[in-house]
Protein backbone atom coordinates (compact mmCIF):
# COMPACT_ATOMS: atom_id res chain seq x y z
CA UNK A 1 0.00 0.00 0.00
CA UNK A 2 0.88 3.38 -0.63
CA UNK A 3 1.18 6.42 1.66
CA UNK A 4 1.04 9.95 1.68
CA UNK A 5 2.52 12.09 4.10
CA UNK A 6 1.85 16.03 4.48
CA UNK A 7 3.80 17.14 7.44
CA UNK A 8 2.32 20.52 7.40
CA UNK A 9 -1.33 20.59 8.99
CA UNK A 10 -1.43 24.73 7.98
CA UNK A 11 -0.22 27.20 6.64
CA UNK A 12 -0.46 31.14 6.25
CA UNK A 13 0.68 33.24 4.26
CA UNK A 14 0.47 36.87 2.69
CA UNK A 15 -1.66 37.70 -0.41
CA UNK A 16 0.48 38.45 -3.26
CA UNK A 17 3.36 36.04 -1.30
CA UNK A 18 4.87 32.28 -2.52
CA UNK A 19 3.82 29.26 -0.26
CA UNK A 20 5.32 25.84 -0.69
CA UNK A 21 3.41 22.90 0.24
CA UNK A 22 5.16 19.79 0.83
CA UNK A 23 4.18 16.12 0.49
CA UNK A 24 6.25 12.47 0.52
CA UNK A 25 5.50 9.16 -0.70
CA UNK A 26 6.03 5.71 -0.05
CA UNK A 27 6.08 3.38 -3.10
CA UNK A 28 7.48 0.44 -5.02
CA UNK A 29 6.24 1.31 -8.40
CA UNK A 30 7.97 3.56 -11.00
CA UNK A 31 4.90 4.47 -13.05
CA UNK A 32 2.20 6.37 -11.47
CA UNK A 33 0.27 9.61 -11.46
CA UNK A 34 0.89 12.53 -8.74
CA UNK A 35 -1.76 14.87 -7.94
CA UNK A 36 -2.87 17.92 -5.90
CA UNK A 37 -6.48 18.72 -5.26
CA UNK A 38 -7.88 21.34 -3.50
CA UNK A 39 -10.89 21.48 -1.31
CA UNK A 40 -12.75 24.64 -0.46
CA UNK A 41 -14.62 25.07 2.32
CA UNK A 42 -17.80 23.56 2.05
CA UNK A 43 -17.40 23.01 -1.52
CA UNK A 44 -15.91 19.94 -3.84
CA UNK A 45 -12.33 18.60 -4.85
CA UNK A 46 -10.78 20.08 -7.84
CA UNK A 47 -7.85 19.23 -9.56
CA UNK A 48 -5.17 22.07 -9.34
CA UNK A 49 -2.21 19.87 -10.88
CA UNK A 50 -1.08 16.69 -12.22
CA UNK A 51 2.10 15.36 -12.34
CA UNK A 52 3.15 11.78 -14.57
CA UNK A 53 6.26 10.40 -12.70
CA UNK A 54 7.53 9.18 -15.73
CA UNK A 55 7.98 12.76 -16.86
CA UNK A 56 11.22 14.58 -15.23
CA UNK A 57 10.03 18.15 -16.35
CA UNK A 58 7.85 19.60 -13.79
CA UNK A 59 4.34 20.51 -14.24
CA UNK A 60 2.81 24.09 -13.91
CA UNK A 61 -0.69 25.63 -14.23
CA UNK A 62 -0.49 29.11 -14.29
CA UNK A 63 0.34 30.85 -10.40
CA UNK A 64 0.68 26.70 -9.38
CA UNK A 65 3.54 24.59 -9.93
CA UNK A 66 5.15 21.03 -8.40
CA UNK A 67 8.62 20.33 -7.77
CA UNK A 68 9.25 16.60 -8.32
CA UNK A 69 11.74 14.40 -6.82
CA UNK A 70 11.49 11.11 -7.92
CA UNK A 71 14.38 9.37 -6.27
CA UNK A 72 13.06 11.54 -3.30
CA UNK A 73 9.66 10.54 -3.63
CA UNK A 74 8.84 14.17 -2.66
CA UNK A 75 6.09 16.49 -4.23
CA UNK A 76 6.03 19.45 -3.30
CA UNK A 77 3.32 22.64 -4.51
CA UNK A 78 4.12 25.99 -4.98
CA UNK A 79 1.55 28.02 -5.06
CA UNK A 80 2.83 32.11 -6.41
CA UNK A 81 1.09 35.37 -5.87
CA UNK A 82 -1.30 33.59 -3.70
CA UNK A 83 -5.11 35.17 -3.96
CA UNK A 84 -7.47 35.27 -1.26
CA UNK A 85 -9.61 32.23 -3.07
CA UNK A 86 -6.61 29.85 -2.74
CA UNK A 87 -8.05 29.59 0.83
CA UNK A 88 -8.58 25.99 1.10
CA UNK A 89 -6.78 22.45 2.22
CA UNK A 90 -4.94 20.85 -0.43
CA UNK A 91 -4.38 17.07 -0.73
CA UNK A 92 -1.67 15.54 -2.42
CA UNK A 93 -2.48 12.34 -3.75
CA UNK A 94 -1.06 9.24 -5.24
CA UNK A 95 -2.08 7.56 -8.22
CA UNK A 96 -1.75 4.00 -8.92
CA UNK A 97 -3.79 2.06 -12.07
CA UNK A 98 -7.08 2.95 -10.51
CA UNK A 99 -6.90 4.27 -6.88
CA UNK A 100 -5.84 7.45 -5.17
CA UNK A 101 -4.25 7.79 -2.02
CA UNK A 102 -4.42 11.00 0.16
CA UNK A 103 -2.35 12.93 2.61
CA UNK A 104 -4.30 14.14 5.45
CA UNK A 105 -3.87 17.75 3.61
CA UNK A 106 -3.05 21.12 4.34
CA UNK A 107 -5.08 23.64 5.22
CA UNK A 108 -3.71 27.24 3.61
CA UNK A 109 -5.14 30.19 4.72
CA UNK A 110 -4.46 33.39 2.51
CA UNK A 111 -4.57 36.68 4.94
CA UNK A 112 -5.01 40.37 3.25
CA UNK B 1 -20.40 21.21 -18.99
CA UNK B 2 -21.78 18.77 -16.41
CA UNK B 3 -19.92 17.81 -13.32
CA UNK B 4 -20.33 14.92 -10.88
CA UNK B 5 -22.87 15.17 -9.16
CA UNK B 6 -24.67 13.67 -5.74
CA UNK B 7 -27.68 13.25 -4.17
CA UNK B 8 -28.75 14.03 -1.26
CA UNK B 9 -25.99 16.80 -0.34
CA UNK B 10 -26.89 16.16 3.47
CA UNK B 11 -28.09 13.55 5.13
CA UNK B 12 -28.88 12.85 9.31
CA UNK B 13 -30.08 9.91 10.18
CA UNK B 14 -30.98 7.90 13.25
CA UNK B 15 -28.61 4.93 14.49
CA UNK B 16 -29.80 1.72 12.70
CA UNK B 17 -31.91 3.00 10.05
CA UNK B 18 -30.68 2.59 6.58
CA UNK B 19 -29.31 5.31 4.00
CA UNK B 20 -28.57 5.63 0.16
CA UNK B 21 -26.75 8.00 -1.63
CA UNK B 22 -26.41 8.57 -5.51
CA UNK B 23 -23.54 9.60 -7.61
CA UNK B 24 -23.90 10.46 -11.53
CA UNK B 25 -20.68 10.92 -13.15
CA UNK B 26 -19.76 12.61 -15.96
CA UNK B 27 -21.52 11.17 -18.89
CA UNK B 28 -18.59 9.91 -20.92
CA UNK B 29 -16.86 8.42 -17.97
CA UNK B 30 -16.96 5.06 -17.94
CA UNK B 31 -15.04 4.69 -14.42
CA UNK B 32 -16.55 5.63 -11.06
CA UNK B 33 -15.15 5.12 -7.36
CA UNK B 34 -16.41 6.10 -3.84
CA UNK B 35 -14.62 7.34 -0.97
CA UNK B 36 -14.99 8.52 2.00
CA UNK B 37 -13.49 11.10 3.74
CA UNK B 38 -13.84 12.41 7.85
CA UNK B 39 -13.07 15.62 9.12
CA UNK B 40 -9.62 16.95 9.15
CA UNK B 41 -8.69 14.28 6.72
CA UNK B 42 -7.85 13.51 3.27
CA UNK B 43 -10.39 10.58 1.34
CA UNK B 44 -9.63 6.78 1.77
CA UNK B 45 -11.42 4.86 -1.12
CA UNK B 46 -13.79 2.40 -0.50
CA UNK B 47 -14.98 0.89 -3.80
CA UNK B 48 -14.54 0.87 -7.96
CA UNK B 49 -16.64 0.50 -10.86
CA UNK B 50 -16.20 0.55 -14.68
CA UNK B 51 -18.92 0.37 -16.18
CA UNK B 52 -21.42 -1.83 -14.38
CA UNK B 53 -19.07 -4.03 -12.76
CA UNK B 54 -17.39 -3.36 -9.33
CA UNK B 55 -14.11 -4.54 -9.26
CA UNK B 56 -12.58 -3.79 -6.09
CA UNK B 57 -13.76 -3.26 -2.70
CA UNK B 58 -11.78 -1.96 0.16
CA UNK B 59 -11.78 -3.19 3.61
CA UNK B 60 -13.19 -0.42 4.82
CA UNK B 61 -16.13 -1.08 2.77
CA UNK B 62 -18.17 -3.20 5.89
CA UNK B 63 -20.74 -6.26 4.72
CA UNK B 64 -23.42 -2.95 6.10
CA UNK B 65 -21.86 -1.12 2.77
CA UNK B 66 -23.02 -1.95 -0.82
CA UNK B 67 -22.81 -0.18 -3.84
CA UNK B 68 -24.06 -0.75 -6.97
CA UNK B 69 -23.89 0.40 -10.69
CA UNK B 70 -26.61 -0.96 -12.77
CA UNK B 71 -26.26 0.46 -16.12
CA UNK B 72 -22.86 1.68 -15.91
CA UNK B 73 -24.46 5.00 -15.51
CA UNK B 74 -25.21 6.16 -12.13
CA UNK B 75 -24.56 4.45 -8.87
CA UNK B 76 -25.60 4.22 -5.68
CA UNK B 77 -24.12 3.25 -2.13
CA UNK B 78 -26.69 1.77 0.65
CA UNK B 79 -25.38 1.50 4.61
CA UNK B 80 -27.78 -0.65 6.09
CA UNK B 81 -27.84 -0.42 10.27
CA UNK B 82 -26.20 3.16 9.77
CA UNK B 83 -23.60 3.34 12.86
CA UNK B 84 -22.41 6.52 14.55
CA UNK B 85 -18.95 5.59 12.95
CA UNK B 86 -20.32 5.66 9.85
CA UNK B 87 -20.68 9.83 10.11
CA UNK B 88 -18.61 11.09 7.37
CA UNK B 89 -18.52 12.85 3.96
CA UNK B 90 -18.78 10.41 0.94
CA UNK B 91 -17.50 11.35 -2.06
CA UNK B 92 -18.02 9.70 -5.69
CA UNK B 93 -15.65 10.53 -8.35
CA UNK B 94 -15.41 9.48 -12.03
CA UNK B 95 -12.94 9.66 -14.69
CA UNK B 96 -12.49 8.72 -18.44
CA UNK B 97 -11.33 5.31 -19.79
CA UNK B 98 -7.82 4.37 -18.42
CA UNK B 99 -6.67 4.38 -15.34
CA UNK B 100 -4.03 6.90 -16.20
CA UNK B 101 -7.06 9.44 -16.32
CA UNK B 102 -7.98 12.25 -14.15
CA UNK B 103 -10.56 11.70 -11.22
CA UNK B 104 -13.20 14.58 -11.11
CA UNK B 105 -14.62 14.76 -7.86
CA UNK B 106 -18.75 15.68 -7.12
CA UNK B 107 -19.73 17.91 -3.89
CA UNK B 108 -20.16 14.85 -1.68
CA UNK B 109 -23.05 13.74 0.62
CA UNK B 110 -22.04 14.31 4.35
CA UNK B 111 -24.15 11.90 6.56
CA UNK B 112 -24.61 12.44 10.38
CA UNK B 113 -25.72 9.53 12.32
CA UNK B 114 -27.60 10.23 15.57
Known amino acids: AQTVTQSQPEMSVQEAETVTLSCTYD???????LFWYKQPPSRQMILVIR??????QNATENRFSVNFQKAAKSFSLKISDSQLGDTAMYFC?????????FGAGTTVTVRA | DTGVSQDPRHKITKRGQNVTFRCDPI?????LYWYRQTLGQGPEFLTY????????KSRLLSDRFSAERPKGSFSTLEIQRTEQGDSAMYLC????????????FGPGTRLTVL
Open chain 2, 93 to 104: ASSLRQHTDTQY
Open chain 1, 27 to 33: TSESNYY
Open chain 1, 51 to 56: QEAYKQ
Open chain 1, 93 to 101: AFGFDYKLS
Open chain 2, 27 to 31: SEHNR
Open chain 2, 49 to 56: FQNEAQLE
